[in-house]
């Protein structure tokens, strides 16, 4: 009986417990947009209360009722929130409390705890505030706007820009310039050779907040110069959130489509990897495979090329829509005797199936006339037809948080898998009139699969000392990735005069298979101190700090390509028949068997590694009364080392080159920031920057792989080769920025800026075309002269309240960039195109920069009311012409159209409480395509690449419990 009392007690007190409320939210200073730590919040007329722990934020539990909530600070203005409604077994959010210093006695401040609920004022202040030129959204404006994914929200950040529907950009520079991070630490993405994270998996509520750095701080890695977007997840949910949301999306043109090409895949392709059916054959990593002539018997010989899968061509089927599905939990518990102490836990699982079919898809390799009054270019290579694709993305998200008022300790999990299907049907023509061309018409069809994983662990532990100004912030991250593509299948038959088809190496090509297998380890650690102080009578800040990243890279391609022991004969061709039993070696005709097309050593396999060390100092201080300055130096100590070799050395030859853990990158450099902040008004600043950044070459590029491009037939060739005049010394790119900014900031998240910004490169990388290749497309990282560019931004978010009270709900928002840039050529370059020099064309020795837009356009028209639960977005981007690769003589340059996209965004929340909410989008409303281009003189465009997206209509629905 004594047994059953205790439970009752303790489910009565449960349920007693239940039957509460809690009031939650966060405090910041107003001058600095920081959070206060140790600030009283009390129940009016109560003795019921809490002190904001070491994030500003605080919890109380109280009955169900209404509530004047009094926030005091010593020195602070106290403030008194009315009005504060708490339910029984929910959470009253009331965030953003700010505090304002006070030199002498006030009366407290009164506000309602419906004024405050929906206020941006504390993202402005940490933007008006901030050491580097700042832009974001916070999660308040998110739980607003209903955006589903990282990568909707980030449409709403201006100046950024979206590229393929899931890499973020700033200011137009693309990948190279460009970086994002998560919770302040570098990690790889799905695609290991981007800087940028893939970001539409990362589901909204589950972020804290994504900022947009313009400019380098000496906190910041100093490997970017366009923008740093760091996007910070949530570890401590204000309120108990399981959100269970489902979507599809459909384009008229990809789906239901009886045409969409595939093949047969695995098991596990549902879930983003292969089961085994693309592995290669174990035979086949032998040193002496069996092939006929070698001492093989006839049964070994034909049992190798049984053990790899006999499919080779295409099958159409009707493509499905895209659908997805995704859910996540979180909360916070109290713990302790006094409640004090928190734990929180996080986690997410999505789900995401995309099918794209492209039936006019065209790759093109043009070339130049030699004959200056000739303008025209002629094509040497044309691939036309169909492509289907199949992508599946499953994201894992799971954390856990213990902290106090003085203490914080995170650990967050990550898995991401991503696996792409692809089969294609290509006609090609190549003219035997054009350099270094054969000339013939083939039918290619095309197999490929590519599965991609990222494992990240991330320790964070933050710690104030009390009432010392000391700060400690530590950070640990190894991340572990793949990225395979297993046998990777391409067919092609020649046709011939007569219009009978065969197989030829010198035209189509032999069918031949790839497997390309990639592993990377990232290892990452951090220290950042900071003290406060007080300087000039107002508040200065110390920070310095540490870190380490080691990086390792283990690559390797495999080549296989069929032989003919025999004549062929093919009077009914047809490619998926091709590895029939009869058509195998010893039976005649044909007589197939599969050779190595791989050395010993192999030059497609090398081990790459990188040691990058930091330090850095910075101070922040006034040193004039509305004068802030942020000085700061950062050191960063990098030696990257490599293991591989070039195919003369593979050959045999032992003049080739040859590195064994050789160095390839060997650098200490120092990188000085300087940012001063002139504070014209209260809401008004003039900032100017100056920081010296580096872009460094990625591992696929200081390498010597040759990887190839099935479908556009194109070669990339690691920067590590030799070839004419470049000595296959590729380094990195040193550079110099400087920014002017003037801003303004409005109530409502409300802004107005611009901008003058100017950037000087020391041995920038681009994309190169190597002219000593003629008979194939082949393409090279290289340094090219020294660059310059200069632009100038402006940027707004307008609220169209002041043009009628009718439009309050309405905000406008822009950002325009327009630059300028120019590439000292080098001799070799210069001299190349002036060989090709048409009449009436002058050949100067400065062109654009590779990857960098002429301009940039964003712009949005938003709708939102919080009270109907009703948003509406409809977002506008465009870059100008972008040089791609860069051409040489005989080759034009390549770049990329401008790509007009338009976006319409709407989602509705419902019920009392807006729990379930229902979104609609359509994109690219212009229904433009996606198109890269050769450029000559007075000639017409010509592709290089075309894919054309269509236009596609998408539905979602979320619930939140």
Do not use: C
Not at 482 to 489: A, C, E, G, L, V
């Amino acid at each position: 009986m004594r047994r059953i009392g205790i439970v009752m007690l303790l489910l009565i007190s449960t349920f007693t417990y239940a039957q509460k409320g809690t009031i939650r939210g966060n405090v910041y200073e107003g001058s600095t947009g920081e959070t206060l730590v140790g600030v009283s919040v009390i129940v009016e007329g109560t003795y019921t209360g809490s002190s904001t722990d070491l994030d500003g934020k605080f919890s109380i539990d109280v009955d169900p009722g209404t509530y004047n909530i009094q926030v005091t600070f010593i020195s602070f203005q106290p403030i008194t929130i009315s009005d504060v409604v708490v339910k029984p077994g929910q959470v009253t959010l009331l965030n953003n409390i700010q505090l304002n210093e006070s030199t002498i006695q006030l009366q407290d401040v009164v506000v309602s705890a419906r004024a405050l609920r929906n206020t941006e004022t504390a993202l402005q202040t940490i933007k008006r505030n901030a050491s580097a030129m700042l832009d974001g959204i916070s999660s308040a404006k998110i739980s607003l706007i209903g955006d589903a994914t990282a990568v909707e929200a980030a449409k709403r950040v201006t100046g950024v820009t979206i590229e393929g529907g899931k890499y973020i950009y700033v200011r137009g520079l693309g990948d190279r310039y460009s970086k994002t991070t998560l919770n302040n630490v570098d990690i790889p993405g799905l695609d290991p050779d981007r800087n940028s994270l893939q970001m539409d998996i990362f589901p909204t509520n589950l972020i804290e907040n994504m900022m947009v750095s313009k400019n380098f701080t000496a906190d910041m890695p100093a490997d970017f110069t366009g923008g740093r977007l760091n996007v910070e997840t949530k570890d401590f949910p204000e309120e108990k959130v399981m959100t269970l949301s489902v979507s599809s999306s459909y384009n008229p043109d990809m789906h239901f489509n009886s045409d969409y090409l595939t093949y047969d895949g695995g098991k596990l392709d549902f879930l983003g990897m292969d089961d085994g059916t693309r592995e290669l054959p174990s035979v086949a990593r032998k040193t002496k495979i069996p092939v006929p002539f070698s001492g093989a018997s006839d049964s070994e010989v034909v049992n190798f090329v049984q053990s790899f899968n006999p499919q080779l061509g295409v099958q159409p089927k009707k493509s499905f829509i895209d659908y997805s599905a995704s859910f996540s939990i979180g909360d916070q518990l109290n713990m302790g005797s006094r409640g004090d102490s928190k734990l929180g836990y996080i986690f997410s699982l999505s789900y995401k199936t995309e099918y794209k079919f492209y039936d006019d898809v065209r790759y093109g390799e043009y070339q130049r006339y030699i004959d200056p009054n000739l303008y025209e270019m002629r094509y040497a290579t044309v691939q036309d037809g169909q492509i289907g694709e199949q992508n599946v993305l499953i994201g894992l998200l799971g954390g856990l948080a213990f902290k106090n008022n003085y203490n914080k300790i995170r650990l967050t999990a990550m898995r991401l898998q991503n696996g792409e299907s692809r089969a294609a049907r290509l006609n090609m023509q190549n003219d035997g009139a054009a350099v270094g061309q054969s000339g013939y018409i083939a039918e290619s069809e095309n197999l490929e699969y590519n599965q991609r994983s990222l494992t990240n662990v991330l320790l964070n532990g933050k710690h104030s000392l009390k009432d010392s100004g000391w700060e400690i912030d530590w950070r640990l991250s190894p991340t572990y990735s793949t990225s395979d593509d297993p046998d990777i299948r391409k067919t092609a038959f020649t046709i011939l005069p007569n219009g009978s088809k065969t197989f030829s190496a010198g035209a189509g090509g032999n069918p031949s298979r790839i497997w390309r297998e990639l592993t990377e380890i990232n290892a990452a650690a951090r220290l950042d101190i900071s003290k406060n102080y007080r300087f000039n009578d107002k508040k200065a800040q110390l920070q310095f700090g540490l870190s380490h990243t080691y990086k390792k890279r283990d690559y390797e391609i495999l080549f296989f390509d069929i032989q003919f022991a025999s004549t062929q004969s093919w009077p009914d061709p047809d490619i998926s028949t091709v590895l029939d039993p009869s058509n195998l070696y010893p039976n005649r005709p044909n007589g197939i068997y599969y050779q190595s097309g791989n050395n010993n050593p192999n030059p497609n396999n090398y081990t790459s590694n990188v040691n990058n060390s930091a330090f850095y100092v910075s101070n922040e201080m006034y040193l004039m009364a509305k004068l802030k300055t942020i000085i700061g130096l950062r050191g960063e100590r990098y030696l990257q080392r490599h293991t591989g070799r070039d195919q003369q050395y593979a050959s045999g030859d032992k003049n080739g080159q040859n590195l064994d853990n050789n160095e390839v990158l060997n650098s200490l450099d120092l990188f000085p920031s300087v940012n001063l902040i002139y504070e014209i008004t209260s809401n008004q600043n003039l900032r100017a920057a100056y920081a010296k950044t580096i872009a460094r070459p990625s591992f696929k590029e200081l390498s010597f792989a040759q990887i190839l491009d099935p479908l556009s037939n194109t070669i990339f060739n690691g920067g590590l080769y030799k070839y004419g005049d470049w000595d296959g010394q590729l380094t990195e790119t040193y550079i110099n920025n400087y920014d002017l900014r003037w801003e303004l900031f409005f109530e409502q998240g409300q802004n107005v800026s611009a901008s003058i910004f100017y950037k000087q490169f020391d041995n920038p990388i681009e994309l190169v075309r190597i002219p000593e290749q003629q008979t194939s497309t082949e393409y090279q990282p290289r340094n090219v002269g020294d660059a310059v560019l200069w632009g100038i931004e402006f940027e707004f978010n307008q609220n169209l309240n002041f043009v009628s009270p009718l439009l309050k709900h309405l905000n406008v928002n822009g950002n325009i960039t327009l630059v300028d840039s120019d590439v000292d050529m080098t001799t070799a370059e210069y001299n190349s195109r002036k060989s090709y020099e048409k009449t009436g064309e002058e050949i100067k020795d400065t062109r654009q920069m590779a990857g960098q837009s002429p301009y940039v356009i964003n712009a949005g028209l938003v709708y939102g009311n919080a009270d109907t639960g009703l948003d509406a977005g409809l977002f506008y981007n465009v870059k100008g012409p972008t040089l791609l690769i860069v051409g040489a003589g005989l080759f034009p340059d390549i770049y990329q159209e401008s790509f007009h996209s338009l976006n319409l965004s709407i989602n509705k929340k419902f019920g009392e409480e807006k729990r379930t909410s229902v979104d609609f989008k359509v994109s690219n409303i212009l229904n433009q395509e996606n198109l890269n281009y050769y450029d000559s003189y007075k000639a017409e465009k010509q592709t290089y690449s075309r894919l054309n997206p269509g236009r596609s209509f998408s539905i979602g629905l979320s619930h939140k419990f």
